[in-house]
């Protein structure tokens, strides 16, 4: 190891570069070569005694050594001729600058500072005051461009310090007026535009603009559907629900977004006509007449009418269309074994304004047919004073039937329907409570434009109560039970629900 020492010492003599006699190259110092790249070690050496290192091209090689209270000057020596590999070599030059690079960079700084002899010119002071807002990179890059000069800044404003001869007072001077100009900011005018609606509702419109502004430019669209504009390059969008306007705020390009946006969006809704008839048959006429309920998805059920049944009155080969179902029905409804409990025709928005909310909640959006009562139920609570307070609750029994209906691209339409079927409300196992039988289905089926679907199978329960009594000996207390009778009957009735539903292809004839 000793004969490694040195070996390496006579190489470093050997070399061109050499440091001065100076007390600080003679310092010691530790701690060096702990797994660091070559560069990053001589940089943080020179920089231990005053040096101000320039590198170029030093080799990415790692110091591993114990180098451990050397002398400055031999650990510096060390590093650049073990690990330089003979292709590295350092100059002092002066104001402590040391150049550490391939010979060829070395000697061509050496070169350039002893080429540029002292002027003997005199120099002078000059303030040039800048529109930069960066007056130090400025100071730097005039200080590159121009050798010699002296370069600095006033604290606190944007002014240069140069210092330097006649001709490079010109120089720099000249320089400003090409690279010292103030940055051109572009401002965006802001503008406004209100936009009138003909079918679309502005306040259910507005989250749908404010996001596509969002998701075209998110730098520089935003800030909620409602609300004030803000700064330079944002985009409001505000709903105006009284006149059915939506009022944008933004820039040129973002308003340009909005006018082709809005008659994409501003179009008439297609809608479906649908025809919804509940009709109540007691369940013995059906199995008397031959109907029977084929079970499909959902729990519904689509009527067939068996040839042994009515083949007799219509043409029992054709489906169950809306003719026939709707003549068999008139003609029981005609011998009083049926009853028409709703007839309605409605007209609905396709998708019913594009609502996918449950529709088997309280409230869902679809349209409706009600048949049957309103329960009013009074609840008493006790609140945090301890007194009682008194309110109510509204319960629908009976049938209830709502549709939701979406046209498809090939012209069909999807229908979801649900229904409820009560019985009469009874007294529930609780005292005061109130129970209500129910029956729901729930059901998505495809259908053709003007086809109908049957919905049968739902079983509606009527229990009827009587009494007869002999006159004045049934109101006897006690011994009138024995001269009256009384008796509970149980009628079960088949609600059939048929919907027909047909694409208005005329708005304006559906509105006549």
Request: proline share 6%; hydrophobic share 40%.
């Amino acid at each position: 190891m000793r004969r490694l020492v040195a070996l390496l010492v006579i190489l470093s003599l050997a070399m061109a570069g050499s440091l001065p006699k100076d007390a600080r190259f003679d310092q010691p110092v530790t701690n060096v070569g702990a797994n660091m790249p070559l560069a990053a070690l001589l940089e943080a050496l020179a920089k231990s005694v005053g040096l101000s290192p320039i590198l170029r091209d030093i080799p990415q090689v790692t110091v591993n050594a114990d180098l451990d209270k050397k002398p400055f000057r031999q650990v510096w020596d060390l590093l650049i001729n073990a690990y330089g590999d003979g292709k590295l070599d350092y100059a002092l030059l002066d104001n402590n600058v040391i150049v550490v690079g391939p010979p060829a960079i070395v000697q061509q700084a050496q070169g350039q500072q002893a080429q540029t002899p002292p002027s003997s010119e005199p120099t002078t002071r000059e303030f040039y005051n800048v529109r930069s807002s960066e007056p130090a990179q400025l100071a730097q890059f005039i200080q590159q461009e121009i050798p010699g000069v002296k370069v600095s800044v006033t604290p606190g404003a944007n002014v240069l310090v140069v210092t330097g001869t006649a001709k490079q007072q010109a120089d720099v001077s000249a320089l400003l007026q090409r690279v010292d100009q103030p940055k051109i900011t572009t401002t965006v005018p802001i503008v406004q535009k209100s936009f009138a609606l003909s079918h679309a509702k502005a306040v259910e419109l507005a989250p749908v603009l404010t996001n596509a502004l969002q998701g075209g430019n998110p730098a520089s669209s935003s800030g909620p559907a409602q609300g004030q504009a803000g700064g330079t390059g944002a985009a409001t969008v505000v709903a105006d629900a009284r006149s059915n306007t939506i009022i944008v705020t933004g820039t040129p390009d973002q308003i340009a977004l909005i006018d082709r946006l809005i008659p994409q969006l501003d179009r008439p809704v297609q809608q479906v006509q649908l025809q919804i008839r509940v009709q109540s048959v007691n369940s013995e006429v059906f199995r008397n007449l031959g109907v029977t309920w084929q079970t499909i998805s959902g729990g519904n059920l689509v009527g067939s009418i068996l040839e042994t049944g009515l083949n007799l009155i219509f043409d029992a080969t054709r489906s169950l269309t809306s003719l026939n179902i709707r003549a068999t029905l008139d003609a029981l409804e005609g011998q009083s074994l049926s009853r028409r409990l709703s007839d309605t025709n409605l007209l609905v928005e396709d998708n019913y304004g594009a609502d996918t909310g449950d529709l088997r909640t309280t409230g869902a959006k679809g349209a409706e047919v009600k048949v049957g009562g309103l329960l009013i139920i009074p609840l008493t609570t006790a609140t945090s004073t301890g007194t009682a307070q008194t309110s109510t609750r509204e319960v629908d029994y009976g049938l209830l039937v709502r549709v939701r209906p979406q046209i498809t691209n090939d012209g069909n339409v999807i229908l979801e329907v649900y229904t409820q079927v009560g019985d009469d409300p009874t007294s529930g196992p609780v005292s005061g409570s109130v129970r209500i039988p129910q029956q729901t289905t729930l059901s998505k089926l495809r259908v053709k434009d003007g086809q109908t679907l049957v919905l049968g199978g739902l079983i509606q329960k009527t229990t009827t109560n009587s009494e007869t009594k002999v006159p004045f000996l049934g109101d006897i207390p006690l011994l009138g039970e024995l001269f009256k009778q009384s008796k509970r009957d149980t009628k079960d009735d088949e609600l059939i629900v048929i919907i027909t539903a047909n694409i208005v292809k005329d708005q304006t004839a559906a509105a006549r």
